[in-house]
C-alpha cells in the first residue's frame, strides 16, 4: 500500500511545511494516498450508517428516500468535502479544522471548533458503536444472548471501542493496515449484498425509486412521528445520506501522517466522499428494488433491512454478507478513534485543554500514536454513550438521539472553518491556494452551498421527535460562551503564528530527537 516514490525530499518538504505552522514532526509519517482515502472511505463507511440508518430513507417517503434522497444528501456532504479539501490542502496539520479556524478566524472560532468537532468526534464513535451493536444484536446476536437491552449494548459499545483503542494504540501502521483491508472489504461485501439482493429480489419496480408514499407514524414503524407534509419528510429522509456520508475530516485529521499530505488529504477527502457516495447510492436502490412488500417493510421500522435479507435470501449467504458488515462496522469505529485521538491531541498540543494538555499531546517513542489522547477519546466515548442512555426520550432510541447529536456538533465544526476561510481566501490570512485547488469561483460557490446545507441538516437533526436535540446544542453553546469569557480569553493563545512560530524552532527539534524523528 505504501508509496514507492515517497523519497528523502519529499519528505522533507512535508516536514518543513509542518515546521512552517509552528509544529514537530512528533507523529508517524508513513500513511501512503491509498490510506488517507481508506481511513475517510472506512468512517463514512456505508455499511455502518447506510445499514443501520436505512429505515430513515423508507419511513419517510417510500422508495424515492433512497432513489432521490440519497443524492440530495449526498450533494450536501459533497459541498462540504470540496470546501475542506481546499483548505486541508494549504494547511496539511492534524485537527486541520480548529487549526483552519483559528488563523482564518480567531482564536475564539478556533476554540469553539475544536470543541464542536470533539464532541463530535466523540457522539459519531458512539453512533458508529451502537449502531453495530444494534446490527450484532438483529444478526449474531441470538447465539449468545444478546438480544440488545439498553445496558447489553453499553457493554457491548465499551468492549468494542476499548479493542479500537488498543490497535490504535499500537501504531499507525496497524491502524492503517486495518483500515486498508476494510475499503476493500466495503467494496466486496457491498457489491455481493448488491448482485444478492437483485438476483433474489421477487420482483423488481424500477419505479419505487422516484415513487413517493407517506409511511410516517405507525405506518412506518414510528421511525418518524405522523405528518402529512411530503416536502418536510422528504427532508427528514436525508438524515440517512447525511449521516452517512461523514467522517471525512478523518484524512485531514491524519495530515502530520500521510506522505504528501497537501496533494494526498485533498484527494483522499474527495475520493472518499465520492466513491461512498455513488456505490452507497447503488446500495440503498438494490435493497429498496429487494424489499417484497413496500408496506410490510415499512411497518417494521428499524428492522426492514434484517427483515428483508432474511426474506429473500438463504441464510448462509444472508450469514455471509452480515459477517462483512459487522467487521466493516467495527472497522469504522477503529477509524473513528483514530480521527477523535489526532483532533484531541493538536487542541491539547496548543494548551486547548483546561487541564492535561501535556499529557494528552504527549506521543509515545516506541508507537508514535499519541496514546493519552487515544484512551482518553475512548473513555469519553464509553461516558457519553452511558449518559445518552439515561437521558434518552421514552419511545425514542438511543441511536437516534446520538445520530442527531453528531450532526449538529460535527457540521457545525465543518462550517465555521470553512466560513472563515472563504473570507480569508486571497487576503493576507491565505493568500495562495495550496497544490490541489479549484478556482476561486467555484470554491466560495461550493462553501456557500454548504452553509445551505448546514440550516438544511440543523432543521433536520431537531425536527420532532428530537427537539431535546436544540436544547443540548444550545445549552452547549451557552457554555461556551460563559467559559471562553470567564476564563479561556485570557488563558488560549491557539495555534503559534508569527514570532511564536520562530520561538519554537528548539522545542520543536526537542520534540523530534525524543521521538527519534530525523528529517
Known amino acids: 500500500m505504501a508509496s514507492d516514490d515517497y523519497n528523502d525530499h519529499a519528505k522533507h518538504e512535508d516536514i518543513k511545511v509542518l515546521h512552517g505552522m509552528g509544529y514537530a514532526q512528533e507523529l508517524s509519517r508513513s500513511m501512503s494516498k491509498f490510506s488517507n482515502f481508506a481511513i475517510s472511505f472506512s468512517i463514512i463507511c456505508i455499511l455502518s450508517g447506510g445499514i443501520n440508518s436505512f429505515a430513515q430513507a423508507i419511513s419517510s417517503v417510500g422508495g424515492a428516500g433512497a432513489g432521490i434522497g440519497w443524492i440530495v444528501g449526498c450533494i450536501l456532504s459533497g459541498m462540504f468535502a470540496l ?47 451502537i449502531g453495530t451493536a444494534y446490527f450484532f444484536a438483529g444478526t449474531f446476536g441470538p447465539m449468545f444472548g444478546f438480544s440488545g437491552t439498553d445496558w447489553q449494548v453499553v457493554g457491548f459499545v465499551a468492549a468494542i471501542t476499548v479493542l479500537q483503542a488498543i490497535f490504535n494504540h499500537i501504531g499507525i501502521k496497524a491502524t492503517t493496515f486495518l483500515t486498508d483491508i476494510s475499503g476493500y472489504l466495503i467494496f466486496a461485501t457491498t457489491a455481493v449484498l448488491v448482485v444478492a439482493c437483485l438476483m433474489y429480489a421477487p420482483a423488481i419496480d424500477i419505479s419505487r425509486l422516484w415513487t413517493f408514499t407517506n409511511y410516517s407514524g405507525e405506518a412506518g414503524g414510528n421511525v418518524f412521528p405522523q405528518s402529512d407534509s411530503v416536502g418536510y419528510l422528504f427532508l427528514l429522509c436525508l438524515l440517512l445520506p447525511v449521516y452517512t456520508i461523514t467522517g471525512y475530516d478523518a484524512s485531514a485529521h491524519t495530515s502530520e501522517e500521510t506522505k504528501n499530505a497537501a496533494m494526498s488529504v485533498p484527494k483522499g477527502i474527495v475520493s472518499a466522499v465520492l466513491w461512498s457516495s455513488l456505490i452507497g447510492w447503488i446500495m440503498i436502490c438494490a435493497i429498496t428494488l429487494a424489499i417484497p412488500d413496500m408496506d410490510a417493510a415499512a411497518a417494521q421500522g428499524w428492522g426492514m433491512f434484517f427483515g428483508t435479507i432474511n426474506a429473500i435470501m438463504p441464510a448462509g449467504l444472508a450469514n455471509v454478507i452480515y459477517l462483512g458488515i459487522f467487521i466493516a462496522q467495527l472497522l469504522c469505529g477503529l477509524a473513528t478513534v483514530t480521527s477523535a485521538s489526532r483532533m484531541l491531541f493538536a487542541f491539547s498540543r496548543d494548551d486547548g485543554m483546561p487541564v492535561g494538555s501535556k499529557a494528552l499531546a504527549s506521543v509515545s517513542a516506541k508507537y508514535r500514536t499519541p496514546v493519552n489522547a487515544i484512551w482518553t477519546a475512548t473513555v469519553l466515548c464509553i461516558l457519553y454513550v452511558v449518559l445518552a442512555l439515561s437521558i434518552k426520550v421514552e419511545g425514542t432510541s438511543i441511536y437516534v438521539i446520538v445520530v442527531n447529536s453528531t450532526l449538529v456538533f460535527l457540521f457545525l465544526s465543518f ?6 476561510a472563504m473570507f480569508s481566501f486571497g487576503t493576507a490570512k491565505w493568500p495562495n491556494p495550496g497544490p490541489w485547488a479549484l478556482s476561486a469561483g467555484v470554491y466560495k460557490l461550493v462553501t456557500v452551498l454548504s452553509v445551505v446545507g448546514m440550516a438544511v441538516i440543523l432543521f433536520i437533526a431537531i425536527a420532532p421527535p428530537n427537539e431535546r436535540v436544540l436544547y443540548v446544542v444550545a445549552g452547549f453553546i451557552v457554555l461556551a460562551l460563559i467559559l471562553w469569557f470567564a476564563v479561556e480569553n485570557r488563558r488560549f493563545e491557539g495555534p503559534p503564528t508569527g514570532e511564536r512560530i520562530a520561538a519554537r524552532k528548539a522545542a520543536i527539534a526537542a520534540a523530534e530527537a525524543a521521538v527519534g524523528e530525523r528529517a
Not at 479544522?97 to 470543541?115: D, E, K, Q, V
Not at 462550517?415 to 472563515?420: F, G, R
Open 415 to 420: 462550517t465555521i472553518p470553512l466560513v472563515a
Open 83 to 129: 470546501s475542506m479539501a481546499q483548505v486541508a490542502s494549504a494547511f496539511p496539520t492534524a485537527g486541520g479544522l480548529y487549526h483552519w479556524a483559528s488563523i482564518l478566524g480567531n482564536r475564539f472560532w478556533g476554540w469553539l471548533t475544536a470543541w464542536l468537532n470533539l464532541l463530535g468526534l466523540i457522539t459519531v464513535l458512539g453512533a458508529i458503536n
